[in-house]
């Protein structure tokens, strides 16, 4: 059985970043189990947990944030982490963007190393890759991903009719150890004349050959020259391992990659998070978090859970007591029950996101744009998706469809408030 992981004690070091030239101070703490990788900006004191939905930007690197706060350049501490098998870290961080050392992830792996990783009394968890998945993007970006046993990536990179690096492939069986000593030492790399560019946007103020390999049409500028005959290709697999765990949870499978970047990293992993990363729930779980019950609990099952899209389950059957008087020769599911059990599977994502969920209560306090495409009948199953648009304070929003056999029977965005139940619940 795997065991989650974490350091074994606290470890602060500093550097400047890439981007902004900024000094940035870390320190790293172990963390308990099911933490996962969570980011402490200071002196604000926001925290960033390590997922997609925090990213803010994919230019020339990874970019999370919340509202104003932003810490750039995750790509290689996350890189390190996860390669290294680390699940639960609390980072703190004092600066705008990570340290980029000498480009690679490799210091980053050897601060983990002297603070120690030592296994948790807790099994590690693993979306579990049921079929292959197809991720698609402009200009040929293909990835791939495959069910296996083991966590393998082949990375293919191209730059057509370039005299250097027309196109390199490599591919890694990846593990600490294999991580350690054939990805992390991999540095950052950009063409030469992509440099000027770069700079025009604002970027590459830490940038030099200290930190980055420069790639020239008739040869190649790298301090110590280059590590590994690959090592551009290698680093975007380094790049690729720290976007990915931006999915918060681990999954064995072989991945082919071609040609991407962060941007297409992260949509890969939102859609690996859609087909598989999800939680399914069944009736005794929802009684746990709802405060409905019969007869006007509406949800039987939940499908899918996750961080901001929900899909619910309702059985239709012909003895739901609305039907008595809706009508009693033909039996018709009112419109305002489909609505209110669209807000119900909404609901129970809300409050599966909330401490002290057992004294908090949702009041919808607006439905916008409804509308109801087909009646609904006993023998109905209805499938609720629900998408959470914003959720700031207390106030949340969110769009709904509900389907029968794959059809729309009615749409909705929902407004929800979010109180205190006041002993209500019980």
Not at 30 to 41: H, M, R, S, Y
Request: charge should be neutral; hydrophobic fraction near 40%.
């Amino acid at each position: 059985m795997e065991r989650q992981r974490t350091i074994q004690k606290k470890i602060e070091f500093s550097g400047k970043g890439v981007h902004t030239g900024g000094e940035c101070r870390l320190k790293l703490l172990p963390a308990e189990v099911d933490t996962g990788i969570l980011f402490v900006k200071k002196p604000e004191n926001v925290k960033i947990e390590a997922h997609y939905s925090r990213v803010l930007s994919t230019t020339r690197g990874t970019t999370l944030g919340y509202r104003e706060v932003k810490i750039h350049t995750v790509e290689h501490i996350l890189s390190a982490l996860w390669g290294m098998g680390i699940d639960n870290i609390v980072i703190e961080v004092e600066g705008d963007e990570f340290p980029a050392f000498d480009g690679s992830s490799a210091p980053y792996v050897d601060y983990l190393i002297e603070a120690g990783i030592v296994e948790q009394d807790a099994r590690r968890k693993y979306i579990e890759i049921k079929r292959p998945v197809l991720y698609r993007g402009e200009d040929g970006v293909n990835i791939f991903l495959y069910p296996s046993d083991t966590l393998e990536i082949s990375f293919g990179i191209s730059y057509e009719n370039h005299p250097v690096i027309s196109s390199q492939y490599a591919t890694f069986n990846i593990t600490p150890e294999t991580y350690k000593k054939e990805i992390a030492p991999a540095r950052t790399y950009i063409l030469e004349e992509e440099i000027e560019k770069v700079r025009k946007m604002g970027l590459a103020k830490g940038g030099s050959l200290s930190n980055a390999v420069v790639i020239k049409k008739d040869g190649v500028l790298a301090e110590g020259g280059l590590r590994f005959f690959d090592e551009p290709v290698r680093h975007k697999i380094l790049d690729f391992i720290g976007d990915m765990a931006l999915l918060g949870k681990r999954f064995k499978g072989k991945i082919v990659a071609e040609r991407s970047g962060h941007r297409h990293h992260v949509e890969f992993v939102k859609l690996v998070d859609e087909q598989f990363g999800g939680e399914k729930l069944s009736i005794h779980d929802i009684l746990k978090i709802m405060p409905h019950r019969f007869p006007f609990l509406l949800v039987d099952r939940i499908e899918y859970l996750g961080e901001n899209r929900v899909v619910g389950i309702k059985n239709v059957t012909y003895n739901e007591p609305f039907f008595q008087g809706h009508f009693p020769t033909d039996p018709v599911m009112p419109g305002v029950l489909i609505i209110e059990a669209m807000a119900q599977v909404g609901g129970f994502m809300l409050l599966h996101k909330v401490k002290d969920k057992e004294n908090k209560l949702l009041y919808f306090s607006a439905i916008d744009k409804a509308r109801f495409k087909k009646p609904v009948r006993p023998g109905d199953v209805i499938e609720f998706e629900l998408t959470l648009l914003r959720f700031g304070g207390r106030v949340a929003k969110m769009k709904g469809v509900a389907r029968v056999e794959g059809k729309i029977v009615a749409e909705a965005e929902l407004v929800a408030t979010l109180v205190e139940s006041n002993g209500r619940n019980t």
